[in-house]
């Protein structure tokens, strides 16, 4: 064999070896891919169960409460959804009903990897955390306390809740730890009574700064049409560039995208065409119409008003409105939860959220308690001059993390209806 034989065998054996590894990379890659792929493909049926309880939630809420109102659907979903592995009989028909469950079998795998992708979000502080604040004297069965601990991360604790006072204040620390300290006070003592049995809890927590930032300096007081009659200045924040938009005739309304740093987390501005038309558009508010709404992408002039919300809701009777009866009533069946009879007495959130130049902060807590039965003009501007509604979601599954209403700007609100 002469000289350049021998060069071109070895050529030949280097470029096997270069493909042989440039093979393997692209196989990598694609486990890689299919594997992010399958994470997704597992909580598809619960990011869909989410999206519609979301919309019958939100639609009672701001019929309920009226005014400026936030509410977090998942941070109440989670809860529930968990506690549905305890129901059994009615309850749990109503509950899986309710809640828009496709899979019961297969809920706590789907939650689990949901809750994990959640936490997961890097250019964002985004926290969901669930505990379980139970009677010493209350045992839970092993497999609803396996669930919680091994699928829905619920920190699990046994509390005296005949010291009603030292237990608001070891929940309402759990709380505000986990909230960033935005969420304080969730829970009074008062609250707690001789038949408190169980407090399921979950926090939600969400700082995120804007893609694009609005600069200080050109925010200033513009005109906010509270109603058609009646109109204020209030701090209104400007900025030029290119969003996704969209119209939604059946809403009578438009609504622009506002990103986050974090491309998995977008805040949604659906703005109606007139000033009187919010109650009609929360009345007829469809999640999935909105999500699956054409869009488009282009430079536009984006004036938005500064706000903050704060809001305490008791959702007992919102829920009771959506199909969830019994587990309130003497007749509730939790008996694959323990063998303690119990019953849902209260379902309380507090809500808060603030958005200015920066970004956005936001933040949720929802307690369960238990006890013993008994288009765009030719401007090119988006201009937020009248009541809206404001929806923060998660983009990969397409679920709502707060969805709001603004009807008035510079009004602290509370809707506490305990």
């Known amino acids: ?31 890689f891919n299919m594997a992010t792929a399958e994470k997704m493909d597992t909580f598809v049926n619960e990011a ?25 659907p998942l941070s109440v979903h989670v809860v529930l959804s968990y506690l549905s592995h305890g129901a059994s009989g009615e309850t749990a028909v109503e509950m899986i009903n309710g809640l828009s469950i496709k899979d019961t079998k297969l809920l706590h795998i789907g939650y689990k990897n949901l809750l994990s992708t959640l936490n997961s979000v890097n250019e964002a502080d985004l926290r969901l955390a669930n505990a379980a604040f139970v009677h010493e004297n209350v045992e839970l069965l092993p497999t609803f306390s396996a669930l919680g601990t091994g699928f ?35 829970i009074d003592s008062n ?38 009659d009646i109109h204020k200045q209030v701090p209104t924040m400007k900025n030029k560039h290119h969003y996704s938009y969209g119209e939604l005739p059946e809403l009578e309304s438009k609504f622009i995208e506002i990103p986050y740093k974090d491309d998995n987390l977008s805040m949604l501005i659906i703005l109606p065409d007139e000033t009187y038309a919010l109650s009609s558009l929360e009345k007829n508010f ?19 008003p500064k706000f903050k919300i704060e809001c305490t809701l008791n959702l007992k009777e919102t829920l009771s409105k959506i199909g969830f009866q019994s587990m309130f009533e003497d007749v509730a069946n939790f008996s694959d939860m323990t063998i303690t009879p ?3 007495t209260k379902i309380i959130q507090k809500v808060f959220i603030e958005v200015d130049e920066k970004g ?9 308690q238990m006890r013993l039965k008994r288009s765009l003009d ?21 679920i709502p993390l707060f969805i709001g209403s603004v009807r008035d700007i510079g009004v602290f609100v509370e809707k506490d209806e305990l």
């Open 1 to 31: 064999m002469n000289s350049s034989d021998s060069i071109n065998r070895i050529n030949r054996t280097n470029h096997n070896k270069i493909r042989l590894i440039f093979r393997i990379f692209i196989a990598i890659i694609i486990l």
């Open 48 to 72: 869909e169960s989410c999206r519609g309880f979301s919309s019958k939630l939100y639609k009672v809420v701001s019929e309920d409460f009226g005014g400026n109102v936030i509410t977090s």
């Open 152 to 186: 829905y991360n619920f920190f699990m604790q046994n509390i005296d809740f005949q010291n009603n006072i030292d237990s608001a204040i070891t929940i309402n620390n759990w709380v505000a730890d986990k909230t960033d300290n935005m969420i304080a006070d969730i």
């Open 191 to 228: 609250d707690i009574t001789d038949d408190t049995r169980a407090i399921l809890i979950n926090a939600l927590y969400f700082k995120g700064l804007w893609k694009y930032p609005f600069d200080i300096q050109h925010t200033e007081n513009k005109i906010f049409y509270v109603t058609k």
């Open 286 to 304: 469809n999640w999935n119409a909105i999500t699956q709404a054409a869009t488009k992408k282009q430079e536009i002039v984006l004036q938005l």
């Open 342 to 344: 119990v019953k849902i």
């Open 360 to 368: 956005s902060e936001a933040a949720a807590a929802t307690v369960v």
């Open 378 to 398: 030719l401007s090119e501007e988006f201009i937020v001059d009248r009541p809206f509604m404001f929806i923060i979601r998660h983009k990969p599954s397409d």
